[in-house]
Nanobody, 122 residues
Framework: QVQLVESGGGLVQPGGSLRLSCAASASGRILSINAMGWYCQAPGKERELVASVSNVGSTNYADSVKGRFTVSRDNAKNTVYLQMNSLKPEDTAVYYC??????????????WGKGTLVTVSP
């Protein structure tokens, strides 16, 4: 089992910045954590990818956040970050951390955090 704990959400004005963090901790044996990333879900919408980073640092971004958000990762701490700049009201959503974990028997398992709310409003 892997637990993902997010932090850093809150209320911010348009144009402001927030930094989300997500720390992964394993209560059992795992082989590795591959990609880690962030998804968001706005009211009435489906959950969608915001940004992800592989265990070797390759990144992927939704078009809507390119140039504004930066995803990064500290492998030693099993922590992924999302620096969110130039925030817009349409960025308002619950942001979920995701981790792709490889078990000792080489199975891929998907884990999710409980989510942190980001509200962008004047």
């Amino acid at each position: 089992q892997v637990q993902l704990v997010e932090s850093g959400g809150g209320l911010v004005q348009p144009g402001g910045s927030l930094r989300l963090s997500c720390a992964a901790s394993a209560s059992g044996r795992i082989l590795s954590i591959n990609a880690m990333g962030w998804y968001c879900q706005a009211p009435g919408k489906e959950r969608e990818l915001v940004a992800s980073v592989s265990n070797v640092g390759s990144t992927n971004y939704a078009d809507s956040v390119k140039g504004r958000f930066t995803v990064s990762r500290d492998n030693a701490k099993n922590t992924v970050y999302l620096q969110m700049n130039s925030l817009k009201p349409e960025d308002t959503a619950v942001y979920y951390c995701n981790a792709d974990v490889i078990t000792p028997d080489y199975r891929g398992m998907d884990y999710w955090g409980k989510g942190t709310l980001v509200t962008v409003s004047p």
